[in-house]
């Protein structure tokens, strides 16, 4: 696998928006990924985005992608208490997918 | 998006003893993976599940320690042999069907070693 890196922790005031941010190196990755995990879950796919592509909003979500410096980030609009958790970056290379270590988002009142 | 359901979703284990992780798919689906998730830590695959044949083992990890099996496009079965206490951890399955959006995970097995 290719090396993933993300911060570890953001804290966040509930209503402000959220922004986690990754960096890879497989410049072959087809599509990038944000997963969701909450506590004793597994992971639940957010959005991803097509390497060929610069930015993909959906809903409270908007994921923007710069190929060149390889750096990938989330944006959560509004974020509410239901937001905290841990969201990981991951590509894809041949069929499977590397993950970042993660970064816990914490929503504060 | 496949829906996968995992099971055990958690046990608590004998050092030397084995569990048997199951995972079942509500459709067929082309790959199948086996992913750890230690304490605190990212996930880190394990290997791939092979319908029909052998699976492909990432690096640092064995068949004689994970033998998996995949008899068909919508089972399969991890088995952590000869458990230690480092083994604690969390054993995600995931599949990957058509497109983007095709890797789904299942909720996770929590194994303890004591």
């Known amino acids: 696998g290719e090396d993933v890196e993300q911060s570890l922790f953001l804290s966040v005031r509930e209503g402000d928006s959220s922004v986690i941010n990754c960096t890879y190196t497989d410049s072959s990755s087809t599509y990038l990924y944000w997963y969701k995990q909450e506590p004793g879950a597994g992971l639940q796919l957010l959005t991803y985005i097509f390497s060929n592509m610069d930015m993909k909003q959906d809903q409270r979500l908007t994921v923007l992608l710069n190929k060149k410096d390889k750096h990938l980030s989330l944006r959560i609009a509004d974020t509410q208490t239901g937001d905290s958790a841990i969201y990981f970056c991951a590509e894809s290379s041949d069929y499977k997918l590397s993950f970042g270590a993660g970064t816990t988002v914490t929503v504060r009142a | 998006s496949a829906v996968i359901s995992q099971k055990p979703s958690r046990d608590i284990c004998q050092r030397g003893t084995s569990l048997t992780i199951q995972c079942q798919v509500d459709?067929?689906?082309?790959?199948m993976f086996w992913y750890r998730q230690q304490p605190g830590q990212s996930l880190t695959l394990i290997a791939t599940?092979?319908?029909?044949?052998?699976?492909?083992?990432e690096s640092g990890f064995v068949i004689d320690k994970f033998p998996i099996s995949r008899p068909n496009l919508t089972f399969s079965t991890l088995t952590v042999s000869n458990l230690s206490p480092e083994d604690s951890s969390i054993y995600l399955c995931?599949?990957?069907?058509?497109?983007?959006?095709?890797?789904?995970f299942g909720s996770g097995t929590r194994l303890t070693v004591v």
């Open positions: 995931s599949a990957a069907g058509q497109g983007a959006k095709g890797y789904t």
């Open positions: 599940a092979n319908q029909g044949s052998e699976a492909t083992y």
């Open positions: 459709s067929q689906v082309t790959m």
